[in-house]
């Protein structure tokens, strides 16, 4: 697996995502929440939603939400970020560090996510 010791502590980003794009189903650890397909969590194909939000727009959907359904009265705004929740500016350092065999194989497992909810890929 790469990481540097069994606890997890002082993994490098690309060990990080080598353990999560493992091609198998891997250990209950790599199937956590944060980490596993979106789409194996939600089903957005199977359910009809009302509504997706992205993180990356939270303020911005959470206050549509409120508003839609009709509850500015009850929660005025949802609370803002005392930190930015955009980390683009990140995403390039962090793609330096992956070889494109690493980059494949996180692509493949997640590809369907970037489809399915607008990403950029790699």
Known sequence: RGTTNSTG??????????YI????????????????????????????YDFIGKFENLEEDSNFVLLWLG????????????MSTHSTHHTPSY??????????????KYMEEFIAFKYDLL
């Open 9 to 18: 502590d002082n993994v490098t980003f690309p060990e990080f995502v080598s």
């Open 21 to 48: 794009s493992e091609e198998d189903d891997g250990s209950s650890e790599q199937n956590n929440e944060h980490w596993k397909p979106a789409l194996q969590l939600c089903a957005p194909c199977l359910i009809h």
């Open 95 to 108: 793609q330096a560090q992956l070889d494109p065999s690493l980059s494949k194989q996180f692509l493949t």
């Open 71 to 82: 509850l500015r009265d009850v929660v005025p705004a949802f609370p803002s970020a005392t």
